[in-house]
């Protein structure tokens, strides 16, 4: 199997998802080379830009096999200024996990509501989800915050359930329903969604009951 002949994109009022690309690693590397970004995450900060190109390089493959759906958030002139993702899908129960990280300068700005907009749109119409997920470290509050100000619920935490560097971590699980998102801000952002979605993320089409 091939990738669709034209990349899904989400154009936002001021942001665009699209797939990264090779010319994106200077960047990246920028971005995710502070320890503060990549803290609640099992990989960085980023030592060498080779680690941002190779992981550049992995996505294709990812998107193929259905293991990751991966968006640099990019600004009006097109600069990456973040990573949002959809992970751990699972079709048959039309779910996905959220994983989002914006370089520090970006914190605070409104950009990470605009790109969760932008993802959730992805999720919940062109992939017919009915969950969107996240798992946030307990100790990563303004995560937290920020999933619970867009309309996710807290679910309670998943106990040793991610291990970074053999160290357990207790996760806040958080999720958005598509009728709950169907009334919320996020859905009243205004996207424009070009080309194809990957076949290994689209859910199937929704049973008439
Ligand atoms: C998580 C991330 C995308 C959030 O984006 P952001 O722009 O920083 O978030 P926002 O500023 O919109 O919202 C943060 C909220 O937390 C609050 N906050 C900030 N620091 C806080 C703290 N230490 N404790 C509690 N709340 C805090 C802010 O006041 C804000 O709430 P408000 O809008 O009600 O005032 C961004 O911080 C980031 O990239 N972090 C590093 C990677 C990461 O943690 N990714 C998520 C993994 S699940």
Same mark, same amino acid.
């Given at each position: 199997? /091939?990738?669709?002949?034209?990349?899904?994109?989400?154009?936002?009022?001021?942001?665009?998802?699209?797939?990264?690309?090779?010319?994106?690693?200077?960047?990246l590397f920028?971005?995710?080379?502070?320890?503060?970004?990549?803290?609640?995450?099992?990989?960085?900060?980023?030592?060498?830009?080779? !680690?941002?190109?190779?992981?550049?390089?992995?996505?294709?493959?990812?998107?193929?096999?259905?293991?990751?759906?991966?968006?640099?958030i990019a600004?009006?002139?097109?600069?990456?200024?973040?990573?949002?993702?959809?992970?751990?899908?699972?079709?048959?129960?039309?779910?996905? +996990?959220?994983?989002?990280?914006?370089?520090?300068?970006?914190?605070?700005?409104?950009?990470?509501?605009?790109?969760?907009?932008?993802?959730?749109?992805?999720?919940?119409?062109?992939?017919?989800?009915?969950?969107?997920?996240?798992?946030?470290?307990? !100790?990563?509050?303004?995560?937290?915050?920020?999933?619970?100000?867009?309309?996710?619920?807290?679910?309670? +935490?998943?106990? /040793?359930?991610?291990?970074?560097?053999?160290?357990?971590?207790?996760?806040?699980?958080?999720?958005?329903?598509?009728? !709950?998102? +169907?009334?919320?801000?996020?859905?009243?952002?205004? +996207?424009?969604?070009?080309?194809?979605?990957?076949?290994?993320?689209?859910?199937?089409?929704?049973?008439?009951?």
């Amino acid at each position: 199997m /091939s990738e669709p002949a034209q990349d899904l994109t989400a154009n936002g009022p001021l942001l665009t998802l699209r797939y990264p690309r090779a010319a994106d690693a200077p960047r990246l590397f920028e971005l995710a080379s502070d320890p503060e970004v990549t803290q609640p995450f099992s990989w960085g900060p980023y030592e060498k830009q080779s !680690e941002a190109a190779e992981w550049i390089a992995s996505l294709s493959r990812n998107r193929l096999d259905g293991l990751a759906l991966e968006f640099a958030i990019a600004d009006p002139a097109d600069r990456p200024i973040g990573i949002i993702s959809l992970l751990e899908v699972s079709l048959r129960d039309r779910r996905g +996990v959220i994983g989002i990280w914006l370089g520090r300068e970006f914190w605070g700005s409104g950009v990470g509501d605009e790109a969760e907009a932008l993802l959730a749109r992805i999720a919940f119409e062109p992939l017919r989800m009915e969950r969107l997920g996240a798992w946030v470290d307990v !100790e990563n509050h303004r995560s937290q915050r920020a999933f619970e100000r867009l309309g996710f619920t807290n679910e309670g +935490v998943l106990r /040793s359930f991610q291990r970074h560097y053999d160290r357990p971590h207790d996760l806040v699980s958080y999720s958005l329903l598509r009728a !709950e998102w +169907v009334g919320s801000a996020m859905a009243a952002v205004a +996207v424009e969604l070009m080309g194809e979605a990957p076949a290994a993320f689209v859910c199937g089409p929704r049973s008439a009951g």
